[in-house]
């Protein structure tokens, strides 16, 4: 598969991962946030996320924020700077299959810089539940896991949020709103050529297999 256009950075528990054009750890320490080398997967959900998102990836330059270089939480702070070094290296995708529970201002001046860059970002959300950041922002592509949805469908729920399959490749045992984001984010991968934000969500709304909130029975 041809390079699409996309350059895509992927913010989640992944670090070393082969063919990546760059990889970069962050955590909060003191107060401040340090940069260091990425490390492998300590939990396995990122690499759960590039499972979904690979097959459609072909050449597209990945970039590899990884924001959970150990088992512990991550923090607002962490990934803002995982978010601003994606748009310094010339992300125009952003993916984050995680939630915050508490809007913080660095979070949101962070996603504010890369949306003023065009760049299309997809947050993880919960299907029911309180807010989650940042897919709570305006902008941001919220998505979560629809069970209606079969491999490389998607669903438009509401303006501003999506879903799509809620499980990983051969792996059903496994799913929700981190890896129903992974598979929004494939289908955008799989458009002709990028699109800004408003791009992105026309192309997910026409494309969209169903339409509303998935309802039991349905």
């Known amino acids: 598969m041809p390079d699409s256009g996309w350059r895509i950075s992927v913010v989640d528990s992944a ?22 080398g990425a490390q492998a997967d300590p939990t396995g959900h990122g690499t759960g996320v590039l499972a979904v998102l690979a097959p459609a990836l072909g050449s597209s330059p990945l970039l590899v924020a990884q924001v959970f270089p150990d088992e512990g939480p991550t923090t607002a702070a962490a990934v803002a ?3 601003d070094w994606s748009v310094e290296c010339g992300a125009n995708l952003l993916h984050l299959s995680l939630g915050l529970a508490v809007d913080r201002p660095v979070l949101a001046a962070a996603v504010a810089n890369a949306l003023r860059h065009g760049v299309v970002i997809v947050a993880a959300t919960p299907a029911r539940g309180p807010a989650s950041y940042p897919a709570a922002y305006d902008g941001v592509l919220a998505a979560c896991g629809d069970a209606r949805c079969a491999p490389g469908e998607i ?12 499980s990983r490749p051969g792996d059903p045992t496994r ?21 800004d934000p408003s791009g992105a969500e026309a192309a997910l709304r026409a494309g969209a297999s169903y339409r509303g909130p998935e309802r039991r029975g349905r």
């Open 15 to 36: 670090g070393l991962v082969p063919g990546a054009s760059a990889s970069l750890a962050f955590r909060s320490d003191g107060g401040q946030v340090v940069r260091a």
């Open 81 to 83: 700077a995982a978010i």
């Open 155 to 166: 669903a438009w729920l509401a303006p501003g949020r999506y879903a799509g399959h809620p």
């Open 175 to 195: 799913g929700g709103a981190s890896l129903g984001a992974a598979w929004v984010t494939r289908y955008l991968l799989g458009l002709a050529a990028p699109v």
